[in-house]
C-alpha cells in the first residue's frame, strides 16, 4: 500500500518568514502534485512535478521533486497572510493524498 | 462559473438514516469522484466514475453506493448512516481519469460537512 506523510503536521509563522513543507513516501510515484485548500473550501491544484529533480516556481512558491520520485518539498518565500492553508500533496499512480500540512500565517 | 456544485453542505443525521449527497459539474469533464476527508487523514477515495456510465470502489467504499446519473451528475449515497461516516464529503472531477492519468487536475467542490449522532 503506498503512502505519504507530510510534515509538519502544523506551520504558524510570523508574516515575512520563509517556510518549507515535506512530502514522503517509501513508495515511488509517476508524479506529484500540490493543492491549497482554504477553510471550508475544496482543494486547489497548485502543481504538478512528473521528472525527478524537476523543480517548479509559481511567484513565491517553489516545488521541488526529489531525484528518485519518492519525495517533494514546498518552500514558500516571505510567507503572506493570504498563504495560510492546508497544502496535501498527491501522488500518483493510484491516486493518494498526503494528510496534510496546517500553515497558519500571522500579519 | 460554476465549476463541481455539491448539495447539501452541511447535513445532520441520525444513525440509522439514510440521504444522498449530490454533485453535478458543468466542465463536461469525463471522470467523477467521491472523497471524504478526516482530521489527521488527508483525502481518501470512497467511489470513482471514470466515464459515464462506470463505477468504481475507491479505498473506503464500504457503508456507501454511487450513482452516475448522466455525464453531469454523481450522486453518493448513504444506506444507514453510522457515527463513523461523520465527515466532510468533496466531489471532484477532470477531464480524464486521475487514476489512469496522473497530470490530470481535478477540480473540487466545497464539500458537505455530514454529522452522524
Known amino acids: 500500500t503506498q503512502l505519504l506523510e507530510q510534515s509538519p503536521q502544523f506551520l504558524s509563522i510570523q508574516e515575512g518568514e520563509n517556510l518549507t513543507v515535506y512530502c514522503n513516501s517509501s513508495s515511488v510515484f509517476s508524479s506529484l502534485q500540490w493543492y491549497r485548500q482554504e477553510p471550508g473550501e475544496g482543494p486547489v491544484l497548485l502543481v504538478t512535478v512528473v521528472t525527478g529533480g524537476e523543480v517548479k516556481k509559481l511567484k513565491r512558491l517553489t516545488f521541488q521533486f526529489g531525484d528518485a520520485r519518492k519525495d517533494s518539498s514546498l518552500h514558500i518565500t516571505a510567507a503572506q497572510p493570504g498563504d495560510t492553508g492546508l497544502y496535501l500533496c498527491a501522488g500518483k499512480d493510484k491516486v493518494i493524498f498526503g494528510p496534510g500540512t496546517s500553515l497558519s500565517v500571522i500579519p | 462559473n460554476a465549476g463541481v456544485t455539491q448539495t447539501p453542505k452541511f447535513q445532520v443525521l441520525k444513525t440509522g438514516q439514510s440521504m444522498t449527497l449530490q454533485c453535478a459539474q458543468d466542465?463536461?469533464?469525463?471522470?467523477m469522484y467521491w472523497y471524504r476527508q478526516d482530521p489527521g487523514m488527508g483525502l481518501r477515495l470512497i467511489y470513482y466514475s471514470a466515464s459515464e456510465g462506470t463505477t468504481d470502489k475507491g479505498e473506503v467504499p464500504n457503508g456507501y453506493n454511487v450513482s452516475r446519473l448522466n455525464k453531469r451528475e454523481f450522486s453518493l449515497r448513504l444506506e444507514s448512516a453510522a457515527p463513523s461516516q461523520t465527515s466532510v464529503y468533496f466531489c471532484?472531477?477532470?477531464?480524464?481519469?486521475?487514476?489512469?492519468?496522473?497530470?490530470?487536475?481535478?477540480?473540487f467542490g466545497q464539500g458537505t460537512r455530514l454529522t452522524v449522532v
Open positions: 471532484a472531477s477532470s477531464l480524464a481519469d486521475t487514476q489512469v492519468l496522473g497530470n490530470t487536475e481535478a477540480f
Open positions: 466542465m463536461n469533464h469525463n471522470s
